[in-house]
């Protein structure tokens, strides 16, 4: 079991994040629940807000769980979005050592 929390799993988004993507997104974080998670969000075009509501949920359901949670590689395009509705994604970027 405890193997299966030390796995890290990685969710590369679609380049299209909007309101008929939302649904499947957090499907596809729900299946991923119980591990750390690093998150792929280079190929990003598009957001809308619904989603990043869903991202910023499963940030906190993973700190709740105290996984680690955290956005690897992000696009132009997704940090300006989240930057122009008022979401800091800094603080779930990988750090590097």
Request: hydrophobic share 50%; charged share 25%; net charge negative.
């Amino acid at each position: 079991m405890a193997s299966r929390n030390t796995a890290r799993k990685k969710l590369k988004l679609a380049p299209v994040l909007d309101l008929n993507e939302a649904t499947a997104l957090h499907e596809r974080l729900l299946a991923l629940k119980g591990g750390a998670v690093t998150i792929d969000a280079s190929a990003v075009e598009r957001v809308g807000a619904l989603c990043v509501q869903v991202l910023m949920a499963a940030a906190r359901s993973w700190e709740e769980d105290h996984l680690s949670f955290t956005f690897a590689e992000v696009s132009d395009a997704f940090i300006k979005t989240t930057q122009l509705i008022g979401v800091d994604v800094a603080p779930l970027m990988a750090k590097e050592i």
